[in-house]
């Protein structure tokens, strides 16, 4: 989903590129033949331009934030099993922050709790180098498998409406639950807890 989502937002870039480029012209355009009008045409190309910068990088921020959270709000989640995973391709935004998309494979436990095998990918902070194994929680939607998302974990913890379906995933016997650390910073972060505490108290 997040190769589907970076493939979107490069041409929906391109798109305001384009756009910004032609009300550039259209300010020679206006100046030649409606040079009253041109001073409306030069702020009508500043609003636009502006905007557009800032709703791109709102898109560019929160577009899969915003489907997480929808989401888990909904109670889409399911438990996933990760067994590895491996480095896809590299990526920079438009503040030239750089992520790394991975392509995680594991073993994802519905509403049901069957067993099925899922590859999906993930945006990661660009310091990640290795993916350990262990729990976590996705967002699954069964009419739209491939929207799979790593939740954090604060938000599990923040929706009360989920503490049923965490409660029933670790009280079933068939499902082995080893819990990673999964937060948000600059990308995904996955961690087992030994290394986030062996991290707090090397920088303490």
Same mark, same amino acid.
């Given at each position: 989903? /997040?190769? $589907?989502?970076?493939?979107?937002?490069?041409?929906? =870039?391109l798109l305001f590129s384009l756009v910004i480029i032609a009300l550039f012209a259209g300010i020679f355009i206006?100046? /030649?033949? $409606?040079?009253?009008?041109?001073?409306?045409?030069? =702020?009508f190309f500043v609003c636009a331009?502006?905007?557009?910068a800032v709703f791109f990088r709102y898109l560019e921020e929160n577009w899969d934030k915003k489907i997480i959270g929808r989401m888990a709000k909904d109670g889409k989640i399911a438990l996933m099993n990760i067994k590895g995973g491996k480095r896809l391709m590299a990526m920079r935004d438009t503040s030239f922050r750089n992520y790394w998309i991975?392509?995680?494979d594991g073993i994802l436990y519905n509403s049901r709790h069957e067993a099925l095998e899922k590859k999906f990918q993930e945006k990661m902070n660009r310091e990640t180098e290795h993916i350990p194994s262990g729990s976590v929680y996705v967002t699954y939607d069964e009419l739209k498998p491939a929207q799979i998302f790593i939740i954090p974990n604060a938000m599990i913890g923040s929706l009360p409406n989920l503490m049923k379906t965490v409660e029933d995933y670790e009280k079933d016997s068939r499902i082995e639950v080893k819990y990673l650390d999964a937060h948000y910073n600059k990308g995904m972060v996955l961690k087992t807890f030994s290394e986030t505490m062996k991290d707090y108290k090397d920088k303490k």
């Open positions: 989903m /997040q190769v $589907y989502i970076a493939k979107t937002l490069n041409k929906v =870039l206006v100046r /030649q033949f $409606y040079p009253e009008y041109a001073r409306w045409q030069i =702020l331009s502006v905007f557009l991975y392509e995680f």
